[in-house]
């Protein structure tokens, strides 16, 4: 486990290349470069990069645990999300202040309400694949972006309206120029007018809170207030030990957090789900087989061998608060100590042939020290169960509505998206509507539901 010391700095060994040619490489070619400087290093390393400055960068599960475990008053956050996201962001939070809003969060994201959630992320992909064409080949990505940010936006405000159209058409623009913003250096960041990406930023964010007060006062006034059951409710009936409420300025903060952090990475690992499997007809056969008779092992394996092989968020960070001892090395106060997911999802300690795709392998839930998609200990996305639930539902719904036609193609590059990383050609497939018994949007049409509509291309 991390602890303080006074030993003297043992810090592991790392590149000598200037700052500026250390971050370019890693900003650059960072999956392919820190490959590299693993294979010549091992899996812990110094780096001098760029906004991190000095950074020990490290995938071993026995350090990945020991960082994770890590007391808050030796380790804090060193992200610059909550610059974009605001104060009241849990990504802006340290110590006792971080402990007591997760405190606050969670129960929103139980387990147990996942199952009310379950129906409207549902909804939304037959809504979305009712415009799905037979047989020709297009990007997913771009619906997994709908599907994500429609149930997101419906399990905290609980309903439609004017205001979650608008927030609709909101929030790709924010994420996309605040995912810019995060990996830029604080003085680019700045508003330097309406055309720079500070600008745009701040554009988004005024009309954002505008929307989100006007959503709070109508959510308060509501006459049925203390029975609704959307994020959005539970936060403002939520109190702190003392009683007192979150503010609503910090609400708009953790609402665009869950809003914008929560769907895009989601809809990413999908794209990639349908880029997997469609390169493993056999599997794409069992995962078939298996939602026909009402199974679900297989698709749960599925979707954490993808997480697994393509993480769409290649690390997570802490900053040393004083000097610490991190297994055999004594790293100084003020230092980024840097957790490469991908590396350590291609441990071969902990994963047999990791570069193969073998859903098989997760015979039990995996090891929370060396498969991290969602980072670890006090700072774990506090999503998770949320994301998890949307895509087992999403590829049920898939499963069963589709048959995906396998594809020879070479595997999709990575795009950088700012903070994740996609499919580069968008999780192309063509699929064809299965007929007959145990389609899903067989039920809907019957009954007459809106959701027949092709409305959702």
């Given at each position: 486990m991390a602890q303080a010391t006074t030993d003297p700095v043992r810090l592991p060994p790392g590149p000598r290349a200037p700052r500026l040619v250390q971050g370019v490489r890693f900003v650059a070619s960072r999956r392919s470069s820190m490959g590299a400087l693993a294979g010549r290093y091992g899996p812990t390393f110094t780096l001098n990069l760029?906004?991190?400055?000095?950074?020990?960068?490290?995938?071993d599960p026995a350090l990945v645990k020991d960082l994770f475990t890590a007391g808050s008053d030796l380790v804090g956050r060193a992200t610059n999300l909550g610059e974009v996201l605001g104060p009241g962001s849990t990504f802006s939070l340290?110590?006792?202040?971080?402990?007591e809003r997760r405190k606050l969060l969670v129960p929103p994201f139980h387990g147990k309400r996942m199952a009310g959630y379950e129906a409207i992320v549902e909804e939304e992909v037959l809504r979305e694949v009712a415009g799905w064409p037979d047989g020709v080949e297009f990007e997913t990505l771009p619906s997994m972006m709908r599907i994500t940010l429609n149930a997101i936006l419906r399990a905290v405000f609980g309903a439609?309206?004017?205001?979650?159209?608008e927030l609709r058409e909101l929030l790709?623009?924010?994420?996309?120029?605040?995912?810019?913003?995060?990996?830029?250096?604080?003085?680019?960041?700045?508003?330097f007018g309406p055309y720079s990406p500070g600008g745009a930023m701040r554009r988004y964010r005024d009309r954002y809170d505008e929307i989100i007060g006007e959503l709070i006062t109508a959510a308060r006034d509501d006459p049925a207030f203390d029975e609704r059951a959307d994020v959005l409710s539970l936060m403002l009936r939520a109190r702190y030990d003392d009683g007192s409420a979150i503010s609503d300025r910090h609400i708009a903060d953790e609402l665009l957090t869950l809003l914008t952090a929560g769907h895009e990475t989601t809809a990413t690992t999908l794209a990639w789900l349908v880029e997997r499997v469609r390169r493993h007809p056999e599997l794409l056969d069992r995962l078939t087989a298996e939602v026909d008779a009402g199974g679900s092992e297989l698709q749960q394996a599925t979707i954490w061998e993808v997480q697994r092989v393509r993480p769409v968020i290649d690390g997570t960070s802490r900053r040393t608060l004083q000097r610490i001892r991190l297994g055999q090395w004594v790293i100084p106060e003020n230092y980024v100590v840097m957790v490469s997911i991908a590396m350590a999802h291609a441990n071969r300690d902990r994963f047999a042939d990791p570069s193969v795709f073998d859903p098989d392998r997760f015979g039990a839930a995996p090891d929370n020290y060396a498969w991290i998609p969602f980072g670890g200990g006090i700072r774990r996305c506090i999503g998770a169960a949320f994301a998890n639930m949307e895509m087992t539902v999403t590829l049920r719904t898939l499963l069963r509505e589709f048959t995906f036609a396998p594809t020879t193609e070479p595997g999709e590059r990575y795009h950088s998206r700012g903070v994740a990383n996609a499919p580069g050609a968008g999780g192309r497939a063509v699929v064809y509507r299965r007929r007959g018994e145990g389609r899903l949007s067989d039920c809907w049409e019957s009954a007459g539901s809106p959701l027949s509509r092709a409305d959702g291309g």
């Open positions: 760029p906004i991190f400055g000095r950074t020990v960068l490290v995938s340290d110590g006792d202040e971080h402990r439609d309206g004017a205001a979650l159209d790709p623009k924010a994420v996309e120029v605040g995912s810019r913003l995060v990996v830029l250096p604080r003085v680019v960041r700045r508003d």
